[in-house]
Each structure stands twice: as C-alpha cells, then as structure tokens.
T-cell receptor
Framework: SQTIHQWPATLVQPVGSPLSLECTVEGTSNPNLYWYRQAAGRGLQLLFYSVGIGQISSEVPQNLSASRPQDRQFILSSKKLLLSDSGFYLC??????????????FGDGTRLSIL | SQQGEEDPQALSIQEGENATMNCSYKTSINNLQWYRQNSGRGLVHLILIRSNEREKHSGRLRVTLDTSKKSSSLLITASRAADTASYFCATGNSGGSNYKLTFGKGTLLTVNP
C-alpha cells in the first residue's frame, strides 16, 4: 500500500533563517506531488505541484521554492523565511495516471512558526 | 480565487442527528471530491463524484451533485462524536491541467455527545 511521510511535524524558525521541508511517498511510481499551505481556519492554497522529476509548477509568487530530486521526493525550501511564511504545510500525492478522476492523499503536515 | 465554497462555515449538532454540508463552485468540473480534516492533521479523502454522476453513497455518507446549479451536498447520517472535523470540497476542473484540485474553505462540524 502507498504511504506518504512528511517531516518534521512542527518547526519553529527565526525570521531570515532557511527552510527545508521534506516529503516522500512509498508504494507508487511517478506520482503527482503537491505542496499546500493552510492558514488557520482556512482552506488550502496550492503552492507547487510536480508531475515528474525536475518538473515544478509554481502557483503563487512567493518566498518559497520546491524541488523534486527523485521520483518520490518533494522538497519545499526557502533561503530566508518571512513572518508571513508561518502556517500549516501539507504535502500530497496523486496517481500519475492521466485519468483526472483521482483523489489526492495527504501527509500529516508541518506546523511552521516563524518568530 | 476559491472555486469551492462550503456552507455553512460551522455546524453543531447532537450525536445521532444528520449533518448536511453544501458546496458551490463556479466553473466546469471533471469531478468533485470531499475531504475530512481532523484538527492539526492532514486531509483524508472521503468520496469522489464525477461530473456525469448525480448521487453517490459510501457507508453513512451521501453526496449529491447538481452540475446545472454548480453545487454539491455531503450528508452524514447518524452522526457520531468521532465525525467532529472540518470538511472540504474540492473540484477537479475540466480543461487545462488535469492535475490540480481547488479547495473551499471548509465546514467545521461539531458533533456533541
């Protein structure tokens, strides 16, 4: 069966420090991968998605970047964090099947607090 | 902008009652999906309904889709305290990218024992 791992669960970082959040998927090949941010009491905002190694699509201009160095690894990064980067970050995967009627499967998220 | 908008924003009911949440969207869709999120956790997929389907059941869940009104509803029957969570609708849009979902802001459901 497929599993998704996202870490760390919580992170407290000072303003201006770098960031690296990692997400890995097991039990599937060539998944579509996603990074979302969720503000308190709000819906999900899609930040990045990837349909293959090295292929990254950015949905919103921001202080963050994403990379996919391996088929089942998706990394969210920042060189210098801002206070506005605080939030709950969720990684998700979806079958790479071109059939559009596929659900997404989520990790347990990372709670990022910027001080 | 948000594609899906859930209504109500918050719903509080007693255990054993039914809970109905609604979702409206704006553009053509391939499918509509409902997800559940327990506090501080990731989202869990509940049910997917395709644009050519009108109703779908899964256990105590019933989802309807009315593409003419661009709306969907999620009914949870015989609710339990463990159903307390936020519920989100998400739309997979027709045309363009098949890979993305657009999520609403969610309905916070509280089931009181």
């Amino acid at each position: 069966s497929q599993t998704i791992h996202q870490w760390p669960a919580t992170l407290v970082q000072p303003v201006g420090s770098p960031l690296s959040l990692e997400c890995t998927v097991e039990g599937t090949s060539n998944p579509n991968l996603y990074w979302y941010r969720q503000a308190a009491g709000r819906g999900l905002q899609l930040l990045f998605y990837s349909v293959g190694i090295g292929q990254i699509s950015s949905e919103v201009p921001q202080n963050l970047s994403a990379s996919r160095p391996q088929d089942r690894q998706f990394i969210l990064s920042s060189k210098k964090l801002l206070l506005s980067d605080s939030g709950f970050y969720l990684c998700a995967w979806r079958s790479g099947d071109r059939n559009s009627n596929q659900p997404q499967h989520f990790g347990d998220g990372t709670r990022l607090s910027i001080l | 902008s948000q594609q899906g908008e859930e209504d109500p924003q918050a719903l509080s009911i007693q255990e054993g009652e039914n809970a109905t949440m609604n979702c409206s969207y704006k553009t053509s869709i391939n499918n509509l999906q409902w997800y559940r999120q327990n506090s501080g956790r990731g989202l869990v997929h509940l049910i997917l309904i395709r644009s050519n389907e009108r109703e779908k059941h899964s256990g105590r869940l019933r989802v309807t889709l009315d593409t003419s009104k661009k709306s969907s509803s999620l009914l949870i029957t015989a609710s339990r305290a463990a159903d307390t969570a936020s519920y989100f609708c998400a739309t997979g849009n027709s045309g363009g990218s098949n890979y993305k979902l657009t999520f609403g802001k969610g309905t916070l459901l509280t089931v009181n024992p």
